[in-house]
């Protein structure tokens, strides 16, 4: 099992700032993808920023230079540093974990979730 803890959302002017921050606790594989998803109103959750196992990082064409994922491997936490907010940015942020061990199903886990609002 699992557990991820969010936190970091809030309320900001386009342009602005945010920090989101997720840790991870449990049975934490070496070999994961970890990351962030978003989910607007009325649209499918799509992939923000994600480790690969093999320590790359993917990111969503629309938050590229924007955005930072970066991590705390020794307290297997990541952080999404948000940069020039827009608000088409607006939505619930969900951390992600997708454990893989050998020979095994890979396993998911989510946050709760953390809503980040940005006002025009």
């Known amino acids: 099992q699992v557990q991820l803890v969010e936190s970091g959302g809030g309320l900001v002017q386009a342009g602005g700032s945010l920090r989101l921050s997720c840790a991870a606790s449990?049975?934490?594989?070496?070999?994961?993808?970890m990351g962030w998803y978003r989910q607007a109103p009325g649209k499918q959750r799509e992939l923000v920023a994600a480790f690969t196992p093999a320590g790359g990082i993917n990111y969503a064409v629309s938050v590229k230079v924007r955005f930072i994922l970066s991590r705390d491997s020794a307290k297997n936490t990541v952080f999404l540093q948000m940069n020039n907010l827009k608000p088409e940015d607006t939505a619930v942020y969900y951390c992600?974990?997708?454990?893989?061990?050998?020979?095994?199903?890979?396993?998911?886990?989510w946050g709760q979730g953390t809503q980040v609002t940005v006002s025009s």
């Open positions: 449990g049975s934490i594989s070496s070999f994961n993808d």
């Open positions: 992600h974990i997708r454990n893989y061990v050998l020979g095994k199903t890979p396993v998911d886990a």
